[in-house]
């Protein structure tokens, strides 16, 4: 299949590593990418009408939970592909927090090996930093990178031991890994569920403070700097935080970090009804830290958006709001729920492409992410004016987990093409 | 006293004092004060709910409050069952929905519901099919304490307009506190929060409170002064360092009384920490209706189980 022509004809192309956007035709053959340029001949392609939806590099997603191996029931390497695939991403970036953990080089093969079988998006492994995440020793970080992780992780829990930290980013380095940060200081946030503020003061529920996250981001830009290593800090959530990783890159600190759209769409009022759904961590805090994180995206501080997609069980969600387990599914909503900051006007639709494509691959210097002839054919077209509602039931995802359930989006992926191979085209372009 | 307004809780459930109009909560005190003598009589019992059944469902220890619903619905003839967490198979896995709906099953008039999770009795109400009374669920909500203390209020001082309210201790951790303010707002009640910094929540701005950490300060002037109950295991947790330090601070003693004014009441939800938050001369003298409020008690959670689960139409 991937070996046959395709022309993408009368896109709106949008590719911001190269600085294209114009009406233009996309061929592929081979699967990959070896013309865009107006006007292209079919010259026996298929030809997909592109006609009013704009195509992009494939978006890659830097940060989601598939749950597999050992946690199947919420979510597979199979089910997560393919609704990466249904968001419009052509690859994810899988955290090592499964049973066993992602720590050593053979579960690494084990995930790359069901990836390999799984139909959709593309499954970059991350690698846990420290063994079985406990945060005491360096995991076999040489091991893993042979294997194929593209970066290290604790995610879910923070690296505690700030000179464990540093050992991480200099012994991952040597790899050209970066080190991916879930910043929680745990002695602050203990026994939180929700963000502190006013909210969690109403509603007696125990909070997380916003510092808990921004002293460890501080924490690690500092040692980054030191350094000379690089940090990656996932899921940013606070408005200091946002505001200590301006002043680290104006500093020349090779921090990079990622938003989620849950963190600047939504706001902590949405607890208000005890609903597990608008449960993560970090949580949704206050109306200035979902400006704050508007905009640090828009001004670039902040690199790429990721979903931090979790799914849980419907059963799951519905124990106690203290007692669920945190988390959001986010891979088939991120698009239409990032359109709202073009449509607010917080950004452009190329410098929203961006944070999906060229500045996440960048990020962890993964492959793809732009549309230059040559390159896999990893591409994306959605119908930016597209009106649809969010309904659970019919996600990929086996995760049912969103906080988006019956909010109308505008913007819907119709097309995913993974090495030149149609993964997702719902309605037959 | 004026006469209930026409308020209707049939099929209602009782959550929160967010959920009540100031009418209401005056209804329900009226309702209440009928049901005082019952209590008072020989035989203490009406056949009110008889055929009636209500279901404790107490996930969290509790002697006050569950006695106090336990003797309510008897005194109106319904049947009392109490379930606690350690006996219900909540210790085998089963889900708090689980455990709501198979006791929904049994088709109960009314469920109550102490559970240490807040909110977990606003989602039960969702499925139970039958009115749930909140009887406390973590640190969110205390609706019937509030409720009482309103009743006890307004024995003694007649309305509840205008009146100016000390809350004094852990108010962090203390639905009581979060239930009664709401219920004091409802009536322009002038409100002062007195604790330790580290045992206020961190962001009240919006509560409509005064914040202090001077006890006198605190009871200058006062009318009601609602005392909260404090626990040692705060302290394990960094929140104080003593209960010395505590007391020398924030114990209500007749000292400190001094600065209420002379017709003041004290309440305080129960069970004491006699010479750490209040001194025994205070809990025992003239200004204490610390035993009014859980004789009131009783006839409060009649009130409430005869309007939603029985009652007027």
């Known amino acids: 299949m991937s070996c046959e022509k395709i022309l993408i004809k009368g896109g709106r192309v949008i590719d911001p590593a190269q600085g294209i956007d114009g009406l233009m035709d996309v061929m592929i053959e081979n699967g990959k990418i070896t013309k865009v340029a107006k006007g292209l001949d079919s010259d026996g392609a298929k030809i997909i009408n592109a006609k009013g939806l704009v195509v992009s590099p494939g978006f890659i997603d830097l940060h989601v939970h598939l749950r597999e191996p050992g946690y199947e029931y919420k979510e597979t390497i199979q089910t997560g592909a393919m609704a990466g695939a249904a968001g419009g991403f052509t690859a994810v970036c899988c955290m090592a927090n499964t049973q066993p953990v992602n720590d050593n080089g053979s579960i690494t093969r084990h995930i790359l090996e069901r990836a390999s079988l799984a139909k959709g998006a593309r499954v970059y492994p991350i690698g846990a930093a420290t063994k079985g995440l406990a945060g005491k020793e360096l995991a076999e970080i040489g091991e893993m990178k042979q294997a194929g992780v593209v970066a290290l992780s604790d995610d879910g829990r923070c690296i505690m031991d700030a000179r464990l930290f540093q050992n991480a980013i200099r012994y991952a380095y040597m790899f050209d890994l970066t080190v991916v940060e879930h910043c929680e200081d745990e002695m602050l946030a203990k026994d939180g569920v929700i963000n502190e503020g006013e909210v969690s003061a109403r509603l007696g529920i125990k909070g997380i403070p916003a510092p808990a996250e921004t002293v460890i981001a501080r924490r690690d830009a500092d040692i980054a700097g030191y350094t000379g290593c690089k940090v990656h800090l996932a899921h940013i959530s606070a408005k200091e935080t946002v505001d200590a990783v301006r002043t680290a890159k104006a500093n020349g600190i090779k921090v990079t970090c990622e938003a989620a759209p849950h963190h600047f769409t939504l706001t902590e009022k949405m607890l208000e009804g005890f609903d597990a759904n608008f449960k993560m961590n970090p949580p949704l805090r206050a109306k200035e830290d979902v400006d704050a994180v508007r905009a640090g995206l828009a001004d670039g501080t902040i690199d790429c958006i990721a979903t931090d997609h979790a799914p849980h069980l419907q059963w799951e969600k519905e124990l106690e709001i203290d007692r669920a387990p945190n988390g959001v599914v986010g891979l088939e909503t991120a698009l239409g729920v990032s359109m709202k900051l073009v449509e607010d006007g917080v950004l452009g639709l190329p410098a929203l492409i961006a944070l999906f494509t060229s500045r996440p691959a960048a990020a962890f210097g993964l492959p793809g992410g732009s549309l230059r002839v040559g390159s896999p054919a990893d591409l994306t077209a959605f119908d930016p004016e597209k009106k649809w509602t969010v309904n659970p039931s019919a996600f990929f995802s086996k995760g049912r987990n969103t906080p988006f359930a019956g909010m109308e989006l505008k913007g819907k992926t119709l097309l995913t093409i993974v090495g030149g191979e149609i993964v997702y085209n719902p309605e037959t372009l | ?313």
């Open chain 2, 1 to 313: 006293m004026v006469d209930s307004p026409l308020v209707n809780f049939k099929g209602r459930h009782l959550l929160g004092i967010d959920d009540l109009s100031a009418d209401e909560i005056i209804g329900l005190v009226n309702t209440a004060n009928r049901f005082v003598e019952v209590s008072e009589r020989e035989i203490k019992k009406l056949p009110t709910l008889r055929g009636k059944t209500v279901v404790n469902l107490f996930f969290e220890p509790s002697t006050r409050t569950r006695t106090s619903f336990e003797i309510a619905g008897k005194r109106l003839s319904a049947d009392v069952i109490n379930i606690s967490a350690q006996s219900s198979s909540v210790v085998k896995g089963e889900t708090f929905k689980d455990t709501v709906l198979n006791l929904a099953s049994m088709r109960p008039d009314a469920l109550v519901i102490r559970h240490p999770s807040p909110g977990t009795p606003l989602y039960a109400s969702k499925f139970a099919g039958c009115p749930v009374i909140n009887g406390g669920d973590g640190a969110h909500a205390h609706p019937t304490q509030a409720l009482l203390d309103m009743m006890t209020i307004m024995e003694r001082r007649k309305s509840l307009k205008n009146l100016n309210v000390a809350i004094i201790g852990d108010v962090l951790h203390s639905r009581v506190a979060r239930s009664n303010i709401s219920a004091f707002k409802r009536f322009d009640a002038n409100i002062t929060v007195c604790g330790p910094k580290t045992l206020m929540p961190a962001h009240m701005d919006n509560f409509g409170v005064r914040v202090t950490h001077d006890i006198y300060e605190a009871v200058e002037g006062a009318d009601v002064i609602m005392m909260l109950r404090i626990q040692t295991e705060r302290m394990a947790q960094g929140l104080f360092p003593s209960l010395r330090e505590y007391s020398s601070r924030f114990c209500l003693d007749s000292k400190v009384m001094k600065k209420a004014k002379p017709d003041a009441i004290v309440t305080h939800p129960g069970p004491i920490n006699r010479g750490i938050e209040i001194s025994s001369e205070v809990a025992d003298g003239k200004y204490s209706v610390i035993l009014d409020q859980v004789t009131h008690g009783v006839a409060m959670r009649m009130a409430v189980l005869y309007l939603l689960c029985g009652g007027a139409d």
